[in-house]
């Protein structure tokens, strides 16, 4: 079992930034990649960025592309999302989320999510 705990979100006007944090605990040598994901009221959950463990390789959603950036520290086993230039429509319950294998891009485990308003 891998156990996720987020923090960092909050109130920020347009154009403000937050950052994020997704602490990982437990079988933490089983991560293949790590995950933020959001979803709005109303709205279905939608993929936001991940991250591969080992190679730090990323990969980003067009709609948060050149404004957010994931990063990882792997001594500690935390895994950042620098969100900029942040927009109404970024108001969300931001999710962080932990992929077990590569065969399978299903994410198993989630944290409990932490919420990010942006104010116009």
């Known amino acids: 079992q891998v156990q996720l705990v987020e923090s960092g979100g909050g109130l920020v006007q347009a154009g403000g930034s937050l950052r994020l944090s997704c602490a990982a605990s437990?079988?933490?040598?089983?991560?293949?990649?790590m995950g933020w994901f959001r979803q709005a009221p109303g709205k279905e959950r939608e993929f936001v960025q991940t991250?591969?463990?080992?190679?730090?390789?990323?990969i980003y959603a067009d709609s948060v592309k050149g404004r957010f950036t994931i990063s990882r520290d792997n001594a500690k086993n935390t895994v950042y999302l620098q969100m900029n230039m942040l927009k109404p429509e970024d108001t969300a319950v931001y999710y962080c989320?932990?992929?077990?294998?590569?065969?399978?891009?299903?994410?198993?485990?989630w944290g409990q999510g932490t919420q990010v308003t942006v104010s116009s």
């Open positions: 989320a932990a992929r077990g294998q590569a065969s399978s891009p299903r994410y198993d485990y």
């Open positions: 437990g079988r933490t040598f089983s991560i293949y990649a």
């Open positions: 991250i591969n463990w080992s190679s730090g390789s990323t």
